[in-house]
Structure formats: structure tokens, C-alpha cells
């Protein structure tokens, strides 16, 4: 039992470890028409929002479909890269991460 709880205490701090190493893992996605770069961390924080600044009016509509798409984008290469993290802790892949 005691050796149980022993390897629990372990997991738990390997995971405390990754959440640290995602906290400081930051990574650039680029909307696939280049108006919109988003720099998000692999805890999907996402950390700065750079906007090509030479837009007209007609380019609202594209403007949204732009931070759509690299907020999805983002999230997911997080979340990619989360899977891994954990993968590399626990030895398996963690059921919702990937």
C-alpha cells in the first residue's frame, strides 16, 4: 500500500513539473492567409495577438475569420502538445488530451 501511495506522490509530481514546463513553452501560429499570428503557452494561455496593420474596411469580415482560425489552430497544437508532455511522464497517452 505504502509503495502505491509512494508512486502517487511521484505522478502527481511529474505532473506538477510538466504543468511548469507548459507554462513556459510558448509557440506562434499564423492564420493561414498571414493577417493574424497568435503566441499562446501549452497551458492555452494565449500570450500575445499580432494583427497586420494595414487592414481596410472590407477586411473586417476576413479579419474574424482570421482569429478564428488561429485561436482553433492554437488551441489544438497545445493541446498536441500537452498530450505529449503527459505521454512522456506517464508512459501512456491520457484520454481528452489528444
Do not use: C, H, W, Y
Not at 509557440?27 to 503557452?41: E, R
Amino acid at each position: 500500500m505504502f509503495d502505491k501511495m509512494k508512486g502517487l506522490f511521484e505522478m502527481q509530481k511529474k505532473m506538477q513539473e510538466v504543468k511548469r514546463v507548459l507554462e513556459n513553452t510558448n509557440f506562434d501560429i499564423q492564420s493561414s492567409d498571414g493577417l493574424v499570428k497568435i503566441t499562446m503557452n501549452g497551458t492555452q494561455e494565449v500570450k500575445e495577438v499580432v494583427i497586420k496593420d494595414n487592414l481596410g474596411e472590407s477586411e473586417k469580415a476576413r479579419l474574424s475569420s482570421s482569429l478564428k482560425d488561429s485561436f482553433n489552430r492554437a488551441i489544438k497544437r497545445s493541446q498536441e502538445v500537452a498530450a505529449q508532455k503527459m505521454k512522456d511522464v506517464t508512459g501512456f497517452n491520457i484520454p481528452g488530451l489528444t
